[in-house]
């Protein structure tokens, strides 16, 4: 099971919305709505941001949204703050044997 | 609130067993609904699922892993465990547990760094 496919770095202004892409297959990302996104900031463990493609789990903010278009899933972080600076992941339920697959992951500056 | 903490060793010999346990704390790991899974994370590299269980004992591991993997659980001390056979320093990680819903991780431990080396 290889890994989802993410750019490595995004970057943008504070106040600007950027796009973080995560690419898959029909057998993970493109055949199930079970995508999620974490975030982690440098020596500190993920935080969940969305599950299940497009829910925010409460206490995140709402500046951060998810949606999917057929194998590519994408996480939207809008009114970029320098607090969103962080490395950022997506993960997948996979029909493959792993079960979960997770994305290549993307370091996020905020300029 | 529920949180998990990792404990056990933080250097192991190459060809041993690594041993950590998972601690949950403000919830019973036996009410149900949740699985209790294994990540880790290599040194500067991305995100690796080890393998999950539930308080009755199913386990599900990462075929990749398998042969090497055990996870346990022990509700009397609200722990779940990791053991991870002949380990080399391709095992040296960061290691994280977490709180499965549906099909992903609400909840993580903090991390524990092991470093295989003699």
């Known amino acids: 099971q290889s890994a989802l496919t993410q750019p490595a770095s995004v970057s943008g202004s504070p106040g600007q919305s950027i796009t973080i892409s995560c690419t898959g297959t029909s057998s993970d990302v493109g055949g199930y709505n079970y995508v999620s996104w974490y975030q982690q900031h440098p020596g500190k463990a993920p935080k969940l941001m969305i599950y299940d493609v497009s829910n925010r789990p409460s206490g995140v903010s709402n500046r951060f949204s998810g949606s999917k278009s057929g194998n590519t899933a994408s996480l939207t972080i809008s009114g970029l703050q320098a607090e969103d600076e962080a490395d950022y992941y997506c993960s997948s339920y996979t029909s493959s044997s792993t079960h979960y697959v997770f994305g290549t992951g993307t370091k996020v500056t905020v300029l | 609130q529920v949180q998990l903490q990792e404990s056990g060793p933080g250097l192991v010999k190459p060809s041993q067993t690594l041993s950590l346990t998972c601690t949950v704390s403000g919830g019973s790991i036996s009410s149900g609904g949740y699985y209790w899974s294994w990540i880790r994370q290599h040194p500067g590299k991305g995100l690796e699922w080890i393998g999950y269980?539930?308080?009755?004992?199913?386990?599900y591991y990462n075929p990749s892993l398998k042969s090497r993997v055990t996870i346990s659980v022990d509700t009397s001390k609200n722990q779940f465990s990791l053991k991870l056979s002949s380990v080399t320093a391709a095992d040296t990680a960061v290691y994280y547990c977490?709180?499965?819903?549906?099909?992903?991780?609400?909840?993580w431990g903090r991390g524990t760094l092991v470093t295989v080396s003699s």
């Open positions: 977490a709180r499965v819903v549906g099909w992903y991780f609400d909840l």
């Open positions: 269980i539930y308080y009755s004992g199913s386990t």
